[in-house]
């Protein structure tokens, strides 16, 4: 059986505290809201109230793509934002996927092309530091195929994923809220 890189073990602290802080805004955002529930949310996601509340505890290790979704029914956006020093110069293809996300009526598609965004930059970043993608399977302790299906988006992975990686590349990921 191979790892997957789904867990939140060896995350740095100011990546749990990043973690915890947008999972508690995520709760308070809820709260104020007009009409939003949980059980709102969770009709919304095809999930229980009470798989709504566990994933707006700050323990939980959430799957992006449900994030995206859970945020969006709030009417914000999340922002998944790698942050480097020094930073890499402008890359066309993560650009063009950032005005792809921009331009999407879809907002699901919208999700996607962002998470493609911040993937590509990740792989960028491997790429500028000369790793090859098992040299950062290796620095994570999971298997090729796990990164791979990371890095090709083909498997939904966890916010814990994209923090590790991120770290790994020498960065730190921002995790920001924004109205639609």
């Known amino acids: 059986m191979t790892r997957t890189i789904t867990r939140a073990a060896g995350l740095h602290c100011d990546d749990l505290a990043a973690r915890h802080t947008l999972l508690s805004r995520l709760a308070r955002l809820r709260e104020t809201v007009d009409g939003v529930s949980q059980t709102t949310i969770g009709r919304e996601l095809g999930i229980s109230a009470d798989a709504v509340r566990l994933a707006e505890q700050s323990t939980a290790d959430p799957r992006v793509d449900r994030l995206q979704r859970h945020i969006r029914a709030m009417r914000h956006q999340l ?102």
């Open 79 to 180: 922002i998944l934002n790698p942050r480097f020093d020094p930073d890499l110069p402008a890359d066309a293809t993560t650009a063009m996927f950032r005005a792809m996300a921009d331009a999407a009526v879809d907002p699901d598609q919208a999700d996607m092309y962002h998470r493609s965004a911040v993937l590509h930059h990740l792989i960028a970043r491997r790429r500028w530091l000369g790793k090859t993608a098992r040299d950062i399977s290796r620095q994570l302790g999971r298997s090729d195929s796990a990164l791979g299906q990371l890095e090709q988006d083909t498997k939904p992975a966890m916010l814990s994923s994209y923090q590790l990686y991120t770290r790994v590349v020498g960065g730190v990921l921002r995790l920001d809220l924004e109205p639609i």
